[in-house]
């Protein structure tokens, strides 16, 4: 079985570089694909509020008998929860889908800036971690001007700023900028959602090394620092996404893998995304 590397956050505490994303799984059909992540070696899983599929995640973490403090459980805030009492109830109605005491990572969905409330849901997210109900607070699709935010009127800096992050859309300066905080950067939708994988030069890569075009990709994250949460429901491909490490990228190949940004954003843009309902 894979041996996952951990990052080292912040505040010390370890999360395995790479996880299983379940956006987008459906809550009849969650528990199952978590169970099959589990037994392929994951011990990282990434959900959210809004994805419905915290109770499902929770079993299949339960069922699998593996200890509980061996797995690594994020959720996350959604917008319309946003505000320090709103986050505080939200953050319990999570632990009790999860059926978890603590949550490992607990994460502010969007900035929703039109709100303006990320920096009181913030203050609620200390106010969990000084009580010891998250072993780590960080935030998700924000920007250098929320960043900027929080470190100027929060007493905690991030634990992790998870982004959307592939080889054609990097955010390059946001990735820089959230590590030179020491904010890991957590690279969401990593395969641009399947999109990159029909890359030429990702084939190209594929052949030579005699692995797949997801697998290039994956690589290419783990080489630069990312933690890294692919999804998917196929057993093959969940074990597939985690049978990353015994092989690696030379710098030039990771070099010619960044050279592929084309600004192919998947997801919303951070700075007017606003559904309430994420
Ligand atoms: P992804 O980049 O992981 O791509 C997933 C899609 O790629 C799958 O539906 C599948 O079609 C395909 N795929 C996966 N493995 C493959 C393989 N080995 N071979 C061929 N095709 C493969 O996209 P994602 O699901 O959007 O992102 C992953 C996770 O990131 C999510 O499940 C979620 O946990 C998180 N996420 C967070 C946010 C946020 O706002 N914080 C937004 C989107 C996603």
Known sequence: ???????VLNNAVKVPQLGFGVYQIEPDEVRGATELALDAGYRHIDTA???ANEAGVGQAVRNSGIPRDEIFITTKLRNADQG??????????SRRELGVDVIDLYLIHWPYPRHNRFVDSWKALEKLYAEGAVRAIGVSNFLEPHLDRI??????????????LHPSFQQADLTRYSAARGIAVEAYSPLGQGE???????RRLAETHGVTPAQIILRWHLQLGHIVI???????RIQENIDVFDFSL??????????LESGLRTSGDPATFDFPQI
């Open 1 to 7: 079985m894979s041996t996952v590397p951990s990052i």
């Open 49 to 51: 509020a809004a994805y």
């Open 84 to 93: 320090y009492e709103s986050a505080l109830a939200a953050f319990e109605d």
């Open 151 to 164: 470190l100027a009127e929060g007493e905690i800096v991030p634990a992790v700023n998870q982004i959307e």
């Open 196 to 202: 990159d994988l029909n890359s030429a030069v990702v």
């Open 230 to 236: 692919p999804k998917s429901v196929a057993a093959e």
């Open 250 to 259: 030379s710098e030039q190949e990771v070099v010619l893998i960044s050279g």
